[in-house]
């Protein structure tokens, strides 16, 4: 699968942009600021309908603009493919596959999936649980249509039982809770075994890609946190109910889950050094490349942004073997360094297109 051209107006600071590209790789270079990164989210949102940045729909239409489209021609399986995606201020967001709109944005994703790559990704080692579970949540369900539908619902159902605790009275509401929770144990459960299951797949292909990058330097590991682990769902929602209705939200469930992001046994986020920290979100991006690979039966788009700073010689040369594998298909990559991005690309002797980023434009250099 691979995307053959692009077209932006008004989306973030593009105007009206057109842009070819190859199918294998391509480069995106020019100054801080200019809008390489914005090129990367445009084809991300396609995909999965919407940002890759935790923001809202309407801060991707430019300023000053009602509007902002996105269109883009995709090859999948050797088939055309038309996408886009309309969104005009305080308006639903309307998207389309090859002129039909789709009903639910749910139905579109994972049909072509994605793997995305930016410096925002060191949240994942610095933020609370609710990024991790974002990250599980945006993994699986590009495969797991049924795990999506899971998700929403679960969020819907427990923020209505988070609204009812505000303002809970025993005779007339606790009939409600008692079909919020048993709709949350249901939910949870499911949520919970299959999360279990992704982390166990998960854990073996993410060590082995750290390996590989660090040179066999330290041990990783990646833990699933989860009070529903061993415990009896629905008892336990039962007897914190008392407390609940105390503090007027929900204290136990899937959606208090972690994941525990190790180095040496110890939280990556205390002991490691810059570059073990990208070394492993790297490494945990390219585990979901090759595990949506596996399941989807195509290789996700991969979009590396600034995805070499911070690292010393060794382990750009191991993430350059990786990326030169057949195993990868169309890959878009940025950087500030022309020169650099050159001796980069005679590393890895693949067919390429470059594009010097300025002025809001795109222009073909290589």
Do not use: W
Request: net charge neutral; glycine share 6%.
């Amino acid at each position: 699968m691979y995307i053959e051209n692009l077209s932006l107006v008004n989306f973030k600071n593009y105007h009206d942009l057109k842009v070819d590209f190859h199918p294998k790789l391509n480069c995106f270079v020019g100054d801080n600021g200019v809008g390489k990164t914005n090129l990367l989210d445009a084809i991300y949102y396609l995909c999965m309908c919407k940002s890759y940045f935790d923001i809202t729909d309407m801060y991707s239409i430019s300023n000053g603009e009602d509007f902002m489209m996105l269109q883009a021609k995709f090859n999948r399986d050797g088939n055309g493919e038309e996408l886009s995606c309309g969104l005009k201020r305080n308006k639903r967001k309307q998207f389309r596959r090859n002129t039909k709109e789709y009903g639910k944005l749910s139905d579109h994703i994972g049909i072509f999936p994605v793997v995305m790559i930016t410096p925002s990704d060191i949240q994942l080692i610095t933020e609370g649980s609710e990024v991790r579970r974002k990250y599980m949540n945006s993994v699986i369900s590009q495969y797991d249509k049924v795990y999506l539908e899971n998700t929403m619902n679960y969020k819907r159902v427990l923020s209505q039982r988070n609204k009812l605790l505000k303002v809970y009275q025993e005779q007339r509401d606790s009939e409600i809770l008692d079909i919020f929770d048993r709709q949350l144990v249901e939910l949870g459960s499911a949520i919970y075994n299959k999360r279990t299951e992704f982390i166990g797949e998960f854990i073996p292909v993410f060590s082995e890609y750290y390996q590989f990058i660090s040179g066999n330097r330290e041990n990783v590991d990646l833990i699933y946190q989860s009070q529903v682990k061993d415990a009896d769902y629905a008892g336990k929602m039962k007897e914190l109910r008392g407390r609940d209705i105390s503090l007027q939200y929900t204290t136990f469930g899937i959606h208090k889950d972690d994941l525990l992001l190790q180095l040496e046994g110890d939280p990556i986020r205390r002991t490691g050094s810059q570059g073990q920290q990208k070394t492993y979100l790297v490494s945990l991006k390219f585990a979901q490349f090759v595990f949506l690979h596996k399941l989807k039966g195509i290789p996700p788009l991969l979009l590396l942004d600034d995805v070499f700073d911070k690292f010393d010689v060794s382990r750009v040369k191991q993430i350059l073997k990786l990326v030169s594998d057949n195993l990868f298909g169309q890959i878009f990559i940025t950087h500030t360094n022309l020169d650099r991005m050159k001796g980069i690309l005679e590393e890895l002797n693949i067919a390429h297109r470059v594009f010097l980023i300025a002025d809001k434009n795109a222009t073909i250099i290589e």
